[in-house]
């Protein structure tokens, strides 16, 4: 004999004027279209190309070799949220001071797919940030707080990526 639970009329009509109530519900309380924002990935990253001067790749390694600046390398994509949400880091003002003194590189993966695999150190995941010298060697001692994705930066605040900056400028 299978045990049938029997719903109330109670129970019912309170599920059906519940429902009811999302449809009468004033305006102000309804989620409407004009309630609902963008997702991150349907807006534009904004990278603050105009207080960082980013270079490509080729064009970036070499102007690390002939200035003898240390090089910061940022792989992306157009799609990924998170990378939306690294790319407003860099309109801290902080982190627009210490770019000056490095060469900064950003590299869309998808279309660079063959580049990217040479930096593929722990993964290719996106967003990655690697810290190298002049000279294009990767200082793997400079990397973010997470083991299993090494070179994810904080996406959300400044702080991680300041401090590892200002590590590859000390002595």
Do not use: Q
């Amino acid at each position: 004999m299978r045990h049938v639970r029997r719903v109330g009329w109670r129970r019912r009509l309170g599920a059906w004027a519940f429902g009811l109530w999302g449809l009468a519900a004033p305006a102000c309380l309804r989620p409407g279209p004009e309630a609902e924002e963008p997702s991150i990935a349907e807006t534009e990253a904004d990278w603050n190309d105009g207080a960082i001067a980013w270079a490509t790749y080729e064009e970036g390694m070499s102007r690390a070799a002939g200035e003898r600046r240390p090089i910061v390398l940022v792989f992306y994509t157009d799609w990924c949220p998170h990378c939306h949400n690294y790319s407003r880091v860099f309109h801290a003002p902080e982190v627009v001071e210490l770019a000056r003194s490095f060469v900064m590189i950003r590299v869309e993966r998808d279309g660079n797919r063959e580049l990217s695999g040479m930096y593929d150190l722990d993964g290719e995941y996106i967003p990655r940030t690697f810290f190298l010298t002049s000279a294009g060697e990767v200082r793997t001692e400079l990397h973010g707080k997470n083991p299993s994705y090494r070179y994810f930066i904080d996406e959300h605040a400044p702080r991680e990526l300041v401090a590892l900056m200002r590590g590859a400028l000390a002595p």
